[in-house]
């Protein structure tokens, strides 16, 4: 495995890299990541370019072992360009344009835009595309970042309209899809079609969906034009962008598919709290300065499906930041407890944000791996610690990372979902955490994949909610129980068809036959409201959300007085079980008992464990000691450390 840092060289006199070289060289740290924010360094005006400090930062650290990660620097458009062509600005969902002076202030679909990102980009692969200390690039920089994932700009509308061109080929095919006669809204032409913002109360949650899906497939394509000129340039180096873990908005999976691997940006003090009214993890003693290993735990797990492989952390958090809504300072021990996280998870490659505290701008309240002073902060101390334990981590590292149970994951399931809800703290990444949580807690391994993957090494695969249907899943999920997969399906399995109407067919539409049952009812449950279960394998109450179902090829599992909400069908050499209420942690941990998915690790709470091959990997996210069951092994870990246990 490898380290890195990301550097920015042009926030500090040049006379004081190489002290920076060495110390890096020192904690062991054999990558820098550079440029992504540089655009107006190496271009200052339309026609100038720089290229001597960024030649010179290349070849310094070259000369101490370390190679450059180039960020191309798409997120940051210089004032020159914004001011000359004001048409490249992101267009928010009031219609507003974006001011210059933050960032990610573009537009993915501008005509201009995408021409001279095309030249900078390509200008610096044809510098730097053969330099032997470079080894690869990050494509622009945490795409929908800033709020800048969904555009409103004429060109936004007009690529819109020829997205749904390729989709729907003919207008009134449109129509029926979206239901537009509803409220009167059928369409004559394409062009009549507007982007659903914020003037529209009401849009129609089929036009919004569609609307979510091209703006994806715009950040989509505006990375393959990028990728398309890197590889023509340097076809020997590495591609990738950071992602922000469980950020709701783009398609990771679509993202991921053309880059070598995929790679992240882990702040475990930031990100839970964005995602903390999505997901709502409130049952540990975590300690204070740790963040949320379960939340954080769940985006390592897509970041692995994304590509079945492991992945980079491309800005690892190394002390306090400025962003989430407390920023506690990371006391020693904590940014290796994170680091050995994201190891256990899957990444091979751990990159710190950032090298030295800056003193500029929008984040000199964040920390880095060295002071504002120049001198070592925490995360340096750690990362000497890191390198004590060098050997270990990179023998972890390479162990196989395999699951049993892979969770099926669909942004249209979430963004569907998120449009219409029904109740109003429904949540698809909730649902998804639920089933994800309840076998994190016995210590199981589990990745989140989408429809693509390669089912084959799991026993188990959950659908927490697998709402909208395409025949494609219906065939995949068929093939992988008939070959002898367990399969479990959860509540509004099958309710909507590709387009977001509600299958006309019984319910569960299209996977009624792979169920072997019909849904006859549904209905949220208010909080105070829970029904008893019979059952022989799980037991306590159904509640939050209810179905029942009548079963035609399918056995009930579990009944409450009004009828079936469990049923297992036997499909070829496998099964399917459909989940007619949102379980409880206890209940999830049953069935799965009774599927033969179990752990012999005893965890308190607190206490993270993953399995990478032989090995236990036993992370503390407490203040206090905890003790841990590994079969007939007991094993302590003093707070806020790390145990790795061959078994
Ligand atoms: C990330 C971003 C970095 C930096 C960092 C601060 O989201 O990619 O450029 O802003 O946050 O924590």
């Given at each position: 495995?490898?380290?890195?840092?990301?550097?920015?060289?042009?926030?500090?006199?040049?006379?004081?890299?190489?002290?920076?070289?060495?110390?890096?060289?020192?904690?062991?740290?054999?990558?820098?990541?550079?440029?992504?924010?540089?655009?107006?360094?190496?271009?200052?005006?339309?026609?100038?370019?720089?290229?001597?400090?960024?030649?010179?930062?290349?070849?310094?650290?070259?000369?101490?072992?370390?190679?450059?990660?180039?960020?191309?620097?798409?997120?940051?458009?210089?004032?020159?360009?914004?001011?000359?062509?004001?048409?490249?600005?992101?267009?928010?969902?009031?219609?507003?344009?974006?001011?210059?002076?933050?960032?990610?202030?573009?537009?993915?679909?501008?005509?201009?835009?995408?021409?001279?990102?095309?030249?900078?980009?390509?200008?610096?692969?044809?510098?730097?595309?053969?330099?032997?200390?470079?080894?690869?690039?990050?494509?622009?920089?945490?795409?929908?970042?800033?709020?800048?994932?969904?555009?409103?700009?004429?060109?936004?509308?007009?690529?819109?309209?020829?997205?749904?061109?390729?989709?729907?080929?003919?207008?009134?095919?449109?129509?029926?899809?979206?239901?537009?006669?509803?409220?009167?809204?059928?369409?004559?032409?394409?062009?009549?079609?507007?982007?659903?913002?914020?003037?529209?109360?009401?849009?129609?949650?089929?036009?919004?969906?569609?609307?979510?899906?091209?703006?994806?497939?715009?950040?989509?394509?505006?990375?393959?034009?990028?990728?398309?000129?890197?590889?023509?340039?340097?076809?020997?180096?590495?591609?990738?962008?950071?992602?922000?873990?469980?950020?709701?908005?783009?398609?990771?999976?679509?993202?991921?598919?053309?880059?070598?691997?995929?790679?992240?940006?882990?702040?475990?003090?930031?990100?839970?709290?964005?995602?903390?009214?999505?997901?709502?993890?409130?049952?540990?003693?975590?300690?204070?300065?740790?963040?949320?290993?379960?939340?954080?735990?769940?985006?390592?797990?897509?970041?692995?499906?994304?590509?079945?492989?492991?992945?980079?952390v491309m800005e690892q958090q190394c002390g306090h930041i400025n962003w989430g809504k407390m920023n506690p300072r990371s006391r020693p021990g904590t940014p290796r407890l994170w680091t050995w996280h994201a190891v256990a998870e899957g990444a091979d490659t751990i990159v710190y944000f950032r090298w030295r505290a800056t003193v500029l701008a929008h984040e000199n309240y964040h920390s880095g791996l060295l002071k504002q002073d120049g001198t070592p902060d925490v995360g340096y101390r750690d990362l000497l610690m890191l390198q004590q334990e060098r050997a270990l981590l990179d023998e972890t590292a390479a162990q196989p990372n395999a699951a049993a149970v892979a969770i099926l994951f669909s942004y249209d399931d979430l963004w569907a979902q998120e449009l219409q809800p029904h109740r109003h703290d429904w949540h698809y990444l909730q649902a998804i955490y639920n089933w994800y949580d309840a076998l994190r807690r016995q210590g199981i391994n589990v990745h989140l994949v989408n429809d693509t993957a390669d089912l084959a090494p799991y026993s188990t695969l959950i659908a927490p909610s697998a709402h909208i249907v395409t025949d494609p899943l219906v065939a995949k999920l068929t093939e992988y129980a008939q070959k002898g997969g367990t399969v479990i399906l959860g509540v509004r399995s099958g309710f909507k068809t590709e387009s977001n109407r509600v299958t006309e067919r019984p319910l569960p539409g299209q996977l009624r036959d792979l169920v072997g049952a019909t849904v006859v009812d549904w209905s949220p449950l208010p909080d105070n409201v829970t029904v008893t279960l019979s059952c022989n394998i799980l037991s306590g109450t159904a509640g939050y959300w209810l179905e029942h179902l009548e079963t035609e090829t399918a056995e009930a599992v579990a009944t409450t007085a009004d009828g079936t909400v469990l049923t297992r069908n036997q499909v070829g050499d496998g099964q399917l079980f459909y989940v007619g209420w949102w379980p409880t942690s206890g209940q999830i941990q049953d069935l799965m008992a009774h599927l033969g998915v179990t752990s012999d690790v005893l965890l308190p709470a607190g206490v993270v464990h993953k399995r990478r091959g032989e090995r236990s990997i036993l992370l503390n996210f407490t203040d206090q000691v905890q003790v841990v069951h590994l079969g007939d092994r007991v094993v302590s870990i003093a707070p806020r450390d790390v145990a790795v246990v061959t078994r």
């Open positions: 495995m490898r380290f890195g840092i990301c550097y920015y060289p042009e926030h500090w006199p040049p006379e004081r890299w190489e002290a920076d070289a060495q110390l890096m060289q020192q904690a062991g740290i054999t990558l820098i990541r550079v440029a992504e924010f540089a655009w107006s360094v190496i271009q200052p005006t339309a026609d100038q370019y720089e290229w001597q400090w960024l030649d010179d930062v290349i070849a310094l650290f070259g000369r101490y072992g370390i190679d450059t990660m180039i960020g191309t620097p798409t997120a940051t458009p210089p004032i020159w360009l914004t001011r000359q062509h004001p048409d490249i600005l992101h267009v928010d969902s009031n219609l507003q344009p974006r001011e210059h002076g933050g960032r990610k202030h573009y537009c993915p679909n501008s005509p201009t835009y995408r021409a001279h990102s095309h030249t900078i980009v390509t200008k610096m692969v044809e510098r730097y595309g053969q330099h032997p200390h470079v080894v690869g690039w990050q494509i622009d920089n945490e795409f929908g970042e800033s709020n800048s994932a969904r555009c409103y700009c004429t060109h936004c509308e007009a690529a819109f309209h020829q997205w749904l061109r390729e989709r729907y080929s003919a207008i009134a095919t449109l129509n029926e899809a979206w239901g537009a006669v509803f409220w009167s809204q059928t369409y004559s032409e394409w062009a009549q079609i507007p982007l659903p913002s914020d003037n529209n109360p009401r849009p129609n949650p089929s036009h919004k969906l569609d609307y979510y899906r091209f703006a994806s497939d715009s950040f989509v394509s505006y990375q393959a034009e990028q990728i398309a000129i890197l590889r023509t340039h340097a076809p020997h180096h590495v591609v990738t962008h950071n992602y922000m873990g469980l950020f709701p908005e783009l398609d990771c999976f679509d993202l991921a598919r053309p880059l070598d691997f995929a790679a992240w940006d882990n702040y475990p003090t930031g990100f839970p709290d964005q995602w903390r009214d999505m997901i709502d993890d409130t049952q540990a003693n975590y300690a204070y300065d740790v963040g949320d290993p379960g939340v954080m735990g769940l985006a390592h797990a897509l970041m692995y499906g994304l590509k079945q492989r492991p992945y980079w």
